[in-house]
């Protein structure tokens, strides 16, 4: 395992400036969504509240890492990266779910859509985790491999079926979910790249401060950007759904 | 680096002393703004909301800076005054979207107004930085001439771009208005000159306590009293927009 205490003072705060910024933007997401909650009308208000605990949860795990880190460094503790593992296994499949809500599609179709992508979406953290801790290639390949499987057949569910059930949606949502799918495979595709460092022979300190840049900027992307593109579709659907509404808000 | 263990203790008190009262009063300007959203009409509840947005991760980043003086103090270790500038790269471009927010322009003319005042405002925070860790004159100066352009832009965009769609505000806005860019103008500039202490030969104990309350009162007049005069904004074109408004709230 890599010893936080061989980073130099700079890299050091670099880290905690890092994780720190990832942690008041994921608090203040959450904090946003609950005080928007009046901007949209009621149908969608499930997918910000969604959404809020989304980065809600991220704040949290982004609190104990900040604070495993300082500790690891000031006293040659253990960093606990794990905390990122059990923030992914609850958060992913959520925002795959916030992401359905907001559509406000028929039910069987948001039925269908769920009941595929929610177990997808933990098999791909859950396959990723045998990888991660362990630092030998073949068994690393090996996960990665497997965890790609599901990785893929969401995508192949957003882009492609869920594709379908764009066409009755009101004026600019259609341009706001392709918004929301390339933010979700561009950050989700750093994911796998941090996992192949170590295979790619990109080791010790850099690769570390590298890692948790990336890591954690995928994280705000993922979350309390992602979560912004949803409030926008979800204001856009409200002001579609009602004139009175849409005039009450000055738009 | 300044090392904040020269300090007296009676100029270790007065700066935690500072950041204490910057902290107090950006936690209860963003619940001020929170228990005021029913005080104003719908369509300004968003600059009220991003108002407490910005106060409430300045709140956060008050919370760091005082525990790492204190710690810096007592302890010997670092002072991370990095959190300064995580803040403002998030909340400088988050004022300017609340202060365009709030005055309901026409959509394409406010739209106009962000894509060209954000970008710059983060421009503004991001040259800044190099120049602000830096104890070298030259790279210093240059730094703070490349940042000043961004600045100078963002003057231009709110004193004459802004000043056009003005004309058609309520009666009492345009003042009001007025007091905005000029708080902005007046604590906005404290900025570069604290910046530019080291190069005027201003260093040591106490310019160290200086900056401080310069950057804690500048704060919590560009954030919390700024938050209360779009506040006051959004109340008067309340009123002007629904005299039964204006009634029932006893104006």
């Given at each position: 395992?890599?010893d936080?205490?061989?980073?130099?003072?700079?890299?050091?705060?670099?880290?905690?400036?890092?994780?720190s910024?990832?942690l008041?933007?994921?608090?203040?997401a959450?904090?946003?969504?609950?005080a928007?909650?009046?901007?949209?009308?009621?149908?969608?208000?499930?997918s910000?509240?969604?959404?809020?605990?989304?980065?809600?949860?991220a704040?949290y795990?982004?609190?104990?890492?900040?604070?495993?880190?300082?500790e690891?460094y000031?006293?040659g503790?253990?960093?606990?990266?794990?905390?990122?593992y059990?923030?992914?296994?609850?958060?992913?499949?959520?925002?795959?779910?916030?992401?359905?809500a907001?559509?406000?599609?028929?039910?069987?179709?948001?039925?269908?859509?769920?009941?595929?992508l929610?177990?997808?979406?933990?098999?791909?953290?859950?396959l990723?985790y045998?990888?991660?801790?362990?630092?030998?290639?073949?068994?690393k390949?090996?996960?990665?491999?497997?965890?790609?499987?599901?990785?893929?057949?969401?995508l192949?569910?957003?882009?492609?079926?869920?594709?379908?059930?764009?066409?009755?949606q009101?004026?600019?949502?259609?341009?706001?979910?392709?918004?929301?799918?390339?933010?979700?495979?561009a950050?989700?595709?750093?994911?796998?790249?941090?996992?192949?460092?170590p295979?790619?022979?990109f080791?010790?300190?850099?690769?570390?401060?590298?890692?948790q840049?990336?890591?954690?900027?995928?994280?705000?992307l993922?979350?309390?950007?992602?979560?912004?593109?949803?409030?926008?579709?979800?204001?856009?659907?409200s002001?579609?759904?009602?004139?009175?509404f849409?005039?009450?808000?000055?738009?």
């Amino acid at each position: 395992m890599f010893d936080v205490q061989q980073l130099t003072f700079g890299q050091y705060d670099a880290v905690l400036n890092v994780l720190s910024f990832a942690l008041v933007s994921m608090i203040f997401a959450s904090f946003f969504m609950l005080a928007s909650l009046g901007r949209v009308q009621q149908r969608y208000r499930s997918s910000l509240v969604i959404s809020a605990t989304v980065t809600g949860i991220a704040a949290y795990h982004y609190w104990r890492i900040f604070d495993s880190f300082k500790e690891a460094y000031a006293e040659g503790t253990q960093f606990n990266e794990a905390y990122r593992y059990v923030d992914w296994i609850l958060t992913v499949p959520l925002l795959l779910v916030e992401t359905v809500a907001v559509l406000a599609l028929a039910k069987s179709v948001s039925r269908s859509l769920l009941v595929r992508l929610v177990p997808a979406s933990a098999l791909m953290i859950i396959l990723g985790y045998p990888g991660e801790i362990t630092n030998e290639v073949l068994p690393k390949m090996v996960w990665g491999a497997l965890s790609t499987i599901p990785f893929i057949y969401i995508l192949y569910i957003l882009f492609v079926e869920l594709g379908k059930s764009l066409a009755r949606q009101p004026e600019g949502v259609a341009k706001e979910v392709q918004g929301l799918r390339l933010t979700l495979l561009a950050t989700w595709g750093f994911y796998p790249i941090a996992y192949l460092f170590p295979v790619m022979g990109f080791e010790g300190e850099l690769a570390f401060v590298f890692r948790q840049y990336g890591y954690s900027i995928a994280d705000i992307l993922a979350k309390a950007v992602f979560g912004l593109i949803i409030y926008k579709i979800a204001r856009l659907k409200s002001f579609a759904d009602d004139p009175e509404f849409a005039k009450a808000e000055g738009h």
